[in-house]
Nanobody
Framework: QVQLVESGGGSVQAGGSLKLSCVGSGYTYDSYCMGWLRQAPGKEREGVAVIDSDGKTMYADAVKGRFTITKGNAKNTLYLQMNSLKPEDTAMYYC?????????????????????????WGQGTQVTVSS
């Protein structure tokens, strides 16, 4: 059973930074897409950043240049470094993973992008940014 556990959320002032962590268990995928999604009250869940098993990344336009997604040295760990936070970044943040079945496909039409319909995600960690 896939389990993803997020941590690192909190409350910060605008312009501040937070680093989210995710530890996964219960799976072994050779090829995968892993990412962070967020959902603000009254809004749909949206993809923030993704990284595939080759290390290729993609970001939502709203966070480009401010957020960085990385994989940890330990297997099945994922991070999201968030800098220059804005009040509109306030949301519940979820870690998610999707096995690809085939090798990652990069570029237009690829199989790991912020709009992926992930099979599994964690319980989330709250990020609140005050102005």
């Amino acid at each position: 059973q896939v389990q993803l556990v997020e941590s690192g959320g909190g409350s910060v002032q605008a312009g501040g930074s937070l680093k989210l962590s995710c530890v996964g268990s219960g799976y072994t995928y050779d090829s995968y897409c892993m990412g962070w999604l967020r959902q603000a009250p009254g809004k749909e869940r949206e993809g923030v950043a993704v990284i595939d098993s080759d290390g290729k990344t993609m970001y939502a336009d709203a966070v480009k240049g401010r957020f960085t997604i990385t994989k940890g040295n330990a297997k099945n760990t994922l991070y999201l470094q968030m800098n220059s936070l804005k009040p509109e970044d306030t949301a519940m943040y979820y870690c998610a993973i999707q096995p690809l079945g085939v090798a990652p496909i990069h570029g237009p039409g690829g199989n790991c992008y912020t709009g992926v319909d992930f099979d599994d995600w964690g319980q989330g960690t709250q990020v609140t940014v005050s102005s």
